[in-house]
């Protein structure tokens, strides 16, 4: 939870981010903001030459710029050049506000039960559940609302926003974020169907008896949904961070350090491997492996498998280049049409003269 903003010297600021300073140490800094909206007293960054007017214009004071950046610093406005400065910015963003916890300990309104295990360093707030034989680690914060189930870990320094809920026996590493109502563990989506049930034809219900396993520094956006697997584990590995509004469903393994963003969907016991990315309302289907390293244009449809290191798009997805050209192309094809048939009448024309 990010407190109200601090002021650091200009000097301090670029050692924080280990940048070359181009102006004056000793000049107060009281915050960040875009280069369009900041005012004196306030750093912004100029990563991409496309934003160019908008650094000759910024009234900020100083702006973090690439190590080759064509930027020069100016009366009123101080340089820091650093290797990568959207990263730069966002250890400022850290620096400036750096994150609260709530005191240690349970709230007389959660409910805890007897025979739940709660590090003393943990902080159970109001209207927080944590159920039988569950464990929550040190430091680990659970916000109002948030569940722990029977027999669920939660591991240290995690920290479950509202309603944010762990159903029973999944488990939760360290430095975990659950963003409000998501859900860890809700029941895959199984079903057998029946066409002598016993009330007639039905859908019978697959019993999804497995467990959801997430691994440390996984950060899982707001009403993101992770589906326990029918039988043995659902994983999300080391380091890897999912948007609001993400679909992981049963058996399914997630590697480390990936990217799946919002409305993205990975279906039952498909593999995303390590690095990655899977851009905004991707859809992938179960039973296929997404190579390491890979990458998914936004709205792509993944209906087999994705080697190692290639960059697909479109639905069904094909490699990246393959897919721009169609796109290209897709444009011309009501005059493309119009000319073959031309073409076709043309043909009929001359088998006609030939044959008469």
């Not at 040190?138 to 809920?165: F, I, K, N, Q, W």
């Amino acid at each position: 939870m990010p407190s109200a903003p601090s002021a650091h010297r200009l000097g301090d600021i670029a050692a924080h981010v280990r940048g070359e300073l181009l102006g004056d140490p000793g000049l107060l800094v009281h915050g960040l903001n875009g280069l369009e909206e900041a005012a004196p007293g306030e750093v912004s960054f100029y990563g991409n030459p496309r934003y160019r007017k908008q650094f000759e214009a910024t009234r900020a004071s100083a702006v973090l710029v690439g190590m080759d950046a064509q930027a020069q610093a100016r009366n009123g406005l101080a340089l820091v050049r650093v290797h990568n400065p959207h990263l730069a910015y966002a250890k400022l963003l850290s620096l400036f506000h750096p994150a609260t916890r709530p005191e240690p300990g349970i709230h007389a309104s959660a409910h805890v039960h007897p025979e739940a295990t709660v590090h003393p360093e943990a902080s159970v707030r109001a209207g927080a559940v944590v159920e039988k034989g569950a464990h929550v680690g040190a430091r680990t914060v659970l916000h109002p609302g948030a569940y722990v189930g029977e027999d669920a870990r939660v591991g240290d320094d995690c920290v479950l926003y509202p309603h944010a809920t762990v159903r029973e026996r999944c488990v939760v590493g360290s430095r975990v974020i659950l963003h409000a109502s998501s859900v860890v563990g809700a029941d895959g989506f199984g079903f057998a169907f029946d066409a002598e049930g016993e009330s007639g034809p039905e859908h019978f219900k697959i019993p999804q008896v497995g467990i959801v396993r997430i691994e440390d520094d996984v950060e899982v956006g707001a009403c993101t949904c992770i589906d326990r697997a029918t039988v043995g584990e659902t994983v999300v590995g080391r380091g890897t961070k999912l948007d609001n509004l993400v679909q992981i469903a049963h058996n399914v393994r997630v590697g480390p350090l990936s990217l799946i963003c919002a409305q993205a969907g990975v279906s039952g016991s498909a593999e995303v491997g390590t690095g990655v990315v899977l851009a905004g309302q991707v859809g992938v289907v179960g039973h296929i492996r997404v190579g390491d390293l890979a990458k998914v244009g936004a709205q792509s449809g993944v209906a087999h498998d994705v080697p190692d290191g290639q960059v697909v798009s479109g639905s069904p997805a094909i490699p990246h280049r393959d897919w721009l050209r169609a796109s290209a192309a897709s444009g011309q094809l009501a005059d493309l049409l119009k000319e073959v048939r031309a073409l076709r009448r043309r043909v009929e024309m001359l088998e006609k003269e030939k044959g008469g």
